[in-house]
């Protein structure tokens, strides 16, 4: 037997199991009561912040975001927290000022994150430079996702000279962030084995089961060297998810890759969250088409969740039967924008600029402000030039930006202090309100709210009075 190397599994359970398959509608109330069990077993981390929980928590669930982050923290004594994070733009959609990422970077780790999982949809490392050096800053793991996709451009050599940039960027890891299960498990065995002789940083691998690879693509990434995996409790697994946790602990066991958790531990875990899974089911909330293999991935490189937002899109517009005309589309815009991985936010603006350009009968007749964007080198530079002839039809003699997007972009933390000052109750606040104003706001009243209804039933119990 070959030298014993234990793979180590990132549970994304708290993050990004819901968030591909219930919209990010589990509450810190439900994550709550599990947490302790969870940091019992050992994993290298929980992924339980970022992504879309952000936006989520102050949107639909009416939370701080922040809060959550302290009370899950409060209960994980052992294992780093970590959260996923989109470069310049932190969580939101567009570049912010150097520093309000700075001061992003520094709240999250003063709450409670170890690990920050730091990409660009344009694999533009320009726009990850700021995140990094906070981080370091702060004591914080700098972990950079590669946003893998395919295409002429992407070769090994494409892989290789990246990952040396970023190690001598100073990041802690790097992780293969492969979003629509594009990634087979052989040539996961040649892009992993390629990495490890490249550099020295622990390599991580990040994929979702969507195409119907991913538990195959793990076992031969594991056999390569990878050192850490990204799996779900078997209850959000599978699907648009990851592959189960229990499942992948057991593949190794026994083997020099053998993760030595305790599956008695993973059942109950998994006991706490099968009821909310069914209760999911029942409401709808957990569709079963997300649960199933879908091959189109493969086929046409579209995320699962990509996939779902053209349907919608098209059937919003009357024109659902231009389903497969549009994924034909998908394609050519992608090569007309530089060959662009999809991933938030290049996939939404690749996918609805192929909905409008097959619902207009004519390419780029009507063209989004984040197309113009893109082709106005607005969101960073892309692994190849723009389609000239394309270009000029969307922007027309436009000045075309060759530098870090962000530099044009003044610092801007104390006019959004001086905007939402009346709402602030803690210094994280600042921040809810930089990334999403309105709904900022709207939570900042509701929780107003809230406080006072609490302060009349205290005054009324006060006064012999009890609350129906």
Known sequence: MSEKKPVRITETILRDAHQSLIATRMSTDQMLPIVEKLDQVGYHSLECWGGATFDASLRFLHEDPWE??????????????????????????RP????????FVQKSIANGIDII???????????????????????????????YTLGDAYTLEYWTNIAKEIEQMGANSICIKDMAGLLLPYTATELVTALKETVKIPIQLHTHYTSGVASMTYLKAVEAGVDVIDCAM???????????TEVMVETFKGTPYDTGYDQNLLAEIADYFRPYRDECLDSGLL????????IKTLLYQVPGGMLSNLTSQ??????????????EEVPRVRKDFGECPLVTPSSQIVGSQ???????????KMVTKETKDVLSGKYGKTVKPFNPEVQKKCIGDAEVITCRPADLVPNELATLEAEMAQYKEQDEDVLSYALFPQVAVDFFKYREAQKTKVDAT???????????
Request: with cysteine.
């Open 96 to 103: 912010y000022g150097d520093d309000v990422v700075e001061y």
């Open 458 to 468: 205290v005054a009324d119990t006060k006064n012999g009075a009890y609350p129906v």
């Open 68 to 93: 959550r982050l302290r009370k899950i923290k409060e209960k994980a004594k052992k294992t780093p927290l970590q959260m996923l994070f989109r470069g310049q733009n932190i969580l939101g959609y």
């Open 354 to 364: 192929a909905v409008m350009n097959v619902v207009a009968g004519e390419r780029y």
């Open 117 to 147: 999982r730091i990409f660009d949809c344009l694999n533009d490392l320009r726009n990850l430079e700021t995140a990094v050096k906070a981080s370091n800053k702060e004591g914080g793991h700098a972990q950079i996702a590669l946003s």
């Open 234 to 244: 078997s209850p959000f697994a599978l699907g648009t998810s990851q592959p189960a």
């Open 314 to 327: 098209l059937k919003d517009l009357g024109a659902a039967d231009k389903y497969y005309e549009v994924l």
């Open 287 to 294: 569709n079963p088409k997300n649960l199933g293999v879908n």
